[in-house]
């Protein structure tokens, strides 16, 4: 018993730490109103239909617009375009409603490499300067 307990205990521990925590992606989808219009829906009902996720939309001045979150999942921007969405009488693929489909995990990865890169780089500006000798004035 006194050897269990502890073997039970490792291996809850081992499995922890290899266990991989799954990343939530966001996604960003546009629309325009006229588009909306055109295939008779409308963002609440689009919205409507991807109520097994987390949803938000934003209506406003500019461009309609629907956040999801999807959790632990291999989605791209493409695959996501292909969901159906049921518009009046007909099934649509998201791409061909929305304006425009964004993956704002990768985004943000990408915009995190390229700070990290900006960061590591020195100013080249800078170290010109201050290699320049100055020229007193006599």
């Known amino acids: 018993m006194r050897k269990l307990v502890p073997l039970i205990l490792v291996l ?4 922890s730490a290899l266990a ?4 939530t992606k966001t996604f960003l989808v546009l629309f ?6 055109s295939h008779q ?7 409507s239909q991807f109520s097994s996720f987390n949803t938000k939309t934003y209506s406003g001045n500019s461009e309609l617009a629907l956040l999801i979150e999807i959790p632990s999942c291999d989605f791209d921007e493409c695959f996501l375009g ?3 969405v049921k518009t009046g009488d007909q099934d649509i693929k998201l791409q061909e409603i929305a304006f425009r489909l964004f993956d ?8 995190q490499l390229l700070l990290s890169a900006y960061q590591n780089n020195p100013d080249k500006k800078k170290i010109a300067k201050a290699d320049k000798p100055s020229n007193p004035r006599p």
């Open 12 to 15: 809850f521990i081992s499995l």
């Open 41 to 47: 829906t409308s963002l609440k009902a689009i919205e």
């Open 82 to 84: 292909d969901f159906l």
């Open 104 to 111: 704002m995990t990768e985004n943000k990865r990408n915009l």
């Open 20 to 23: 991989k925590n799954a990343e």
């Open 32 to 37: 325009k109103s006229k588009e909306l219009k």
